[in-house]
């Protein structure tokens, strides 16, 4: 099956508090993340607010805020209220889960939800009948299977 | 970098996608090239009348069509939208990797 879902993992050579402070305070976000700017307000909640030279400015809303261990908020990225607060049918959930490895720190990034972005028919009325959430596999699956059936 | 407004997946194609019958679906089909609602069911641990309505599903999200022979309704994989779909995941993912070697770079440096 086919994941809606992105995940990347990757090691940093720094321990959980620093990559922590990166991913939550504004004047870090503002660099890697954003190239403006960014406001963040860290509770449950608090705003996510991104800004781009190039873009503009999105709004997110935090939804976790575990210290050194959790971050999520959801944003409207895809799709033309990408500027506005997130709403169901518009958003994703975006999720950095950080773990210790010795002196440095595994860092998990997940998107979900693009399969519950509103669509302008029935269809997804339709597929959300029926026990498939929780469904999760790899997006190469997907890619695999598409150059399979093009062939 | 397209970080706020990159052009999400097909929610529609991923929502179709979002079922395990319907995969099978999409699997049988690509494998045999060609199939109705009756050789399809027969592959099935469902009903032929499940079977026709989960490929309407699949036909309004474009991933297969159909044509009539004689009586019989037989169906074929649309790879385009699939394919479609993963780029643009594909794209999503990328941009992710942009920004988290970004973050990386700073967190190391940092502790130099």
Excluded: C
Excluded at chain 2, 73 to 95: H, I, K, M, S
């Amino acid at each position: 099956m086919v994941a809606d879902v992105i995940e990347r993992e990757l090691v940093i050579e720094a321990p959980a508090e620093r990559v922590w402070a990166l991913i939550t305070e504004s004047e870090h976000v503002g660099t890697w993340f954003g190239d403006v700017g960014a406001e963040i307000e860290l509770r449950p909640g608090g705003l996510y607010r991104l800004t781009w030279k190039e873009h503009g400015t999105s709004i997110g809303r935090i939804v976790t805020v575990e210290p050194h261990t959790r971050f999520s908020y959801r944003w409207n990225a895809y799709g033309p209220k990408w500027r506005e607060e997130p709403e169901d049918g518009y958003s994703t959930l975006v999720e950095f889960t950080l773990e210790p490895r010795g002196s440095a720190t595994l860092l998990r990034l997940v998107e979900s939800g693009f399969a519950s972005l509103v669509t302008d028919d029935d269809i997804r009325t339709t597929a959300f009948d029926g026990n498939v959430r929780g469904w999760a596999a790899e997006l190469g699956e997907l890619q695999e299977y598409a150059t399979r059936v093009a062939a | 970098m397209s970080p706020a407004l990159a052009e999400g997946p097909p929610a529609d194609v991923l929502a179709a996608l979002a079922d395990p019958t319907r995969w099978e679906v999409l699997r049988l089909l690509g494998e045999a090239g060609e199939g109705t609602a009756t050789t399809l069911a027969a592959s099935l641990p469902v009903s032929r009348v499940a079977v026709t309505k989960h490929l309407g599903v699949l036909d309004r999200a474009g991933l297969v069509g159909a044509r009539k022979v004689g009586r019989e309704v037989r169906y074929r994989v649309d790879p385009r939208p699939l394919r479609d779909a993963g780029r643009r995941l594909d794209a999503l993912a990328e941009a992710w990797d942009a920004r988290l070697g970004r973050l990386k770079a700073l967190a190391e440096a940092a502790e130099g």
